[in-house]
């Protein structure tokens, strides 16, 4: 996980986006569900995650959807809505941002959180830290 999302203190970043990539991939283990820029930045992001295990992706599990219209579907900015009389803005679907990786963690029911790699400073006790 390190070398792969945690090389530097920036952390890995996905470029978050408006197309939707899914990787089901039973046999391995993987259910992924990605919102992403394009399939160019999935398959990336997917190669990568898979890499942690030392598995090499088969496209055939790899399935893109988009909206047709995305611009009326998922606008930039969706203006604003009255309600109770007052003026709020209406909520962003789907906004296109870059996602920094911080920390990876295992949370199981009934015990506690295990932390493997902590870039922010802020976990208790990690495995690795990076900071």
Same mark, same amino acid.
């Given at each position: 996980? @390190?070398?792969?999302?945690? @090389?530097? @203190?920036?952390? +890995?970043?996905?470029?978050?986006? @408006?197309?939707?990539?899914?990787?089901?991939?039973?046999? $391995?283990?993987? $259910?992924? $569900?990605?919102?992403? #820029?394009?399939?160019?930045?999935?398959?990336?992001?997917?190669?990568?995650?898979? =890499?942690?295990?030392?598995?090499?992706?088969?496209? !055939? +599990?790899? %399935?893109?959807? %988009?909206?047709?219209?995305?611009? %009326? =579907?998922? /606008?930039?900015?969706?203006?604003?809505?009255?309600?109770?009389?007052?003026?709020? %803005?209406?909520? &962003? +679907? =789907? /906004?296109?941002? *870059?996602?920094?990786?911080? +920390?990876?963690?295992? *949370?199981?029911? &009934?015990?506690?959180?295990?932390?493997?790699?902590? #870039?922010? !400073?802020? =976990?208790?006790?990690?495995?690795?830290?990076?900071?």
């Amino acid at each position: 996980i @390190k070398s792969i999302f945690a @090389k530097d @203190k920036g952390g +890995y970043v996905l470029h978050k986006g @408006k197309k939707f990539a899914r990787y089901n991939h039973k046999d $391995q283990g993987y $259910q992924l $569900q990605i919102l992403c #820029l394009n399939e160019a930045e999935a398959k990336q992001f997917i190669r990568d995650v898979l =890499r942690i295990q030392d598995d090499t992706p088969d496209w !055939g +599990y790899l %399935s893109m959807s %988009s909206v047709v219209d995305e611009s %009326s =579907r998922f /606008p930039v900015n969706p203006g604003t809505e009255t309600f109770l009389g007052k003026s709020r %803005s209406k909520p &962003n +679907y =789907r /906004p296109v941002a *870059k996602v920094r990786f911080r +920390y990876a963690a295992l *949370k199981a029911p &009934n015990a506690e959180t295990i932390t493997f790699v902590d #870039l922010t !400073g802020r =976990r208790r006790s990690p495995i690795i830290s990076v900071f």
